[in-house]
């Protein structure tokens, strides 16, 4: 009997070593629920730095039109927007421009609201939401994710999110604002007199446009020029006057002072590939411009 039970004994403690030894390979084959964390933006976490943001795009639109991005940081949230463009022929900005009644997406093309409403229903989206990448859009840059906005926002999407991945950066020494200067007589000689106009965003030149008026009326020197009507390439230049006169406007804007410019006593520069024209009237004009931005 004594041997009996303790046969027994033996038999139930191997049944329970084999059951425990069944457990543990079970657990071992079987992989342990996995979890996602929830997405989580450095924005919504407090994490940006506190301080001024901005972009702009590199070039000019077809339609005329250049659009930038401020964007302030305040105890690592984002705290304001502002959405805007900068035109080529220099003037108001896309917003004042639309504030001004001189835009008119409502009357023009029977839009729901005027441009700057809708710009504005997308700045407010973006500071409630704290996350670029809740702006959604499809491939024409078209969004449903913000009521009454029926503008494209993939521009907008496009340089917030920009900005905010460069970094804080400083705001340029200028007032925001359009800038306009011109000469005080036509010239004698060409009848023309130069214009000049410059627009501010975020303490920067974003936009300048030169060109000039004449004595006798008719179109404008950049528009003859474009049109084929001041032929400097018949009278053997490298390129025709409003061709030259852009990219002394991408220099200024490259510079952001024309004091950086460096011009000859003949008026004429050696510090701007292609430009063979006299520079010496504009850049003074913008300096005269810029005189109250500062």
């Known amino acids: 009997m004594k041997k009996l039970s303790m046969l027994l004994a033996a038999i139930m403690l191997v049944s329970v070593l084999a059951a425990c030894g069944s457990k543990a390979n079970d657990e071992a084959s079987t992989p342990a ?6 997405a989580s933006s450095d924005v919504a976490q407090g994490t940006l730095a506190d301080g001024n943001y901005f972009a702009q795009e590199d070039k000019f639109e077809d339609s ?11 105890d690592g949230k984002i705290a304001n927007v502002n959405w805007t463009g ?9 917003k004042a421009l ?26 407010k989206f973006l500071i409630e939401k704290q996350d670029v990448k809740a702006i959604t859009f499809d491939d024409k840059g078209k969004t449903d994710a913000i009521s009454g906005v029926s503008i494209s926002v993939n521009a907008f999407a496009k340089l917030a999110d920009q900005a905010l991945a460069a970094g804080p950066v400083a705001k340029g020494p200028y007032k ?16 023309w007199k130069s214009t000049a106009d410059v627009t501010i965003v975020n303490g920067q030149i ?14 404008d020197k950049k528009k003859q020029s474009i049109d084929g009507k001041y032929g400097m390439k018949a009278g053997g230049a490298s390129a025709e006057w409003h061709e030259q006169a852009a990219l002394v406007e991408a220099e ?7 004091a950086k410019i460096a011009v000859k006593e003949d008026g004429k520069t050696d510090a701007i590939s292609g430009v063979s024209i006299h520079v010496s009237d504009f850049m003074t004009l913008v300096q005269e411009a810029l005189a109250s931005a500062k």
């Open 33 to 38: 629920p996995t979890t996602t964390p929830a």
């Open 64 to 74: 005329g039109w250049k659009y930038m991005v401020e964007i302030e940081v305040k």
């Open 86 to 94: 900068a035109n080529k022929d220099g003037g108001m900005d896309k």
């Open 98 to 123: 639309d504030k001004a009644g001189k835009y008119g997406m409502k009357e023009k093309a029977k839009a729901q609201a005027e441009w700057y409403e809708q710009a504005e229903k997308v700045e």
């Open 176 to 191: 925001d604002g359009t800038y306009h200067a011109e000469q005080k007589a036509f010239d004698e000689k060409s009848g």
């Open 206 to 219: 974003v936009a300048a446009n030169w060109n000039a008026v004449h004595k006798d009326g008719g179109d």
């Open 252 to 258: 200024l804007l490259a510079k952001q002072d024309p």
